[in-house]
Structures are given as structure tokens and as C-alpha cells.
């Protein structure tokens, strides 16, 4: 069965950079795509950033363009969302999921979901 573990997350001042991580148990087969998504309080779930597992190309929200690098590790089965400028408004909770879809952001499309970590970024 196909688990996602996320972690990294932390309290961070803004301007501040994070790295967070996804690992990947269970295997791999039928991967389309592994996005990252964040839900603030009161809040639904958005789209972050999603990166399509063979190819690598990836795709990102607008609010995050420029500031976040989405990346994956085949070997060790692992995607990674680096996070630059971190602002107030990007404290949430971050979740990674499979994608088995071209569809990618949204999160209707996405299973396998992690059980989050928190990122909180303080003005």
C-alpha cells in the first residue's frame, strides 16, 4: 500500500526559506504526477505545486511561482518543495499526493494523501 510521509515543516520568520519532504513507501507504479497542497484555517485545501514523476516538468500556482521549487528524488523515492520568501500567508498545513491524472491542480485528482506538516511563518 502506497504511504506518503511529509516532513520539515517548522515556525519560520517571514523572508525565510524552508525545505520540505515526501517519502514515498509502497512503491511507485501508476504515479502520474506528486502534487503539494496547503490548507490554511478556515481555508479549503489549494494547489502548491505538482511535478509529473517520469518527465519531471513541473507546475506551480501563482501565488507560489518564483519563490517555490518542487523537486523529486527517483532513487530515494522522495519529493521535495523548497521554499524561498516565505511569507505569512503561506503558513499552512502542507500535504503531498499521488497524482494518477494529467489533471493536476485539483485536489479531487489526487489520493494516497500524507498527514500534513505544519508551516507557520511569523511577520
Known amino acids: 500500500q502506497v504511504q506518503l510521509v511529509e516532513s520539515g515543516g517548522e515556525l519560520v520568520q517571514a523572508g525565510g526559506s524552508l525545505r520540505l519532504s515526501c517519502a514515498i513507501s509502497?512503491?511507485?507504479?501508476?504515479?502520474?504526477?506528486l502534487g503539494w497542497f496547503r490548507q490554511a484555517p478556515g481555508k479549503e485545501r489549494e494547489f502548491v505545486a505538482a511535478?509529473?514523476?517520469?518527465?519531471?516538468?513541473?507546475n506551480y500556482a501563482d501565488s507560489v511561482k518564483g519563490r517555490f521549487t518542487i523537486a523529486r528524488d527517483n532513487a530515494k523515492n522522495t519529493v521535495y518543495l523548497e521554499m524561498n520568501s516565505l511569507k505569512p500567508e503561506d503558513t499552512a498545513v502542507y500535504y503531498c499526493?499521488?497524482?494518477?491524472?494529467?489533471?493536476?491542480?485539483?485536489?479531487?485528482?489526487?489520493?494516497?494523501w500524507g498527514q500534513g506538516t505544519q508551516v507557520t511563518v511569523s511577520s
Open positions: 499526493a499521488v497524482g494518477r491524472s494529467y489533471v493536476l491542480r485539483e485536489a479531487a485528482q489526487y489520493g494516497n
Open positions: 509502497g512503491g511507485t507504479f501508476g504515479f502520474y504526477a
Open positions: 511535478i509529473n514523476w517520469s518527465a519531471g516538468y513541473t
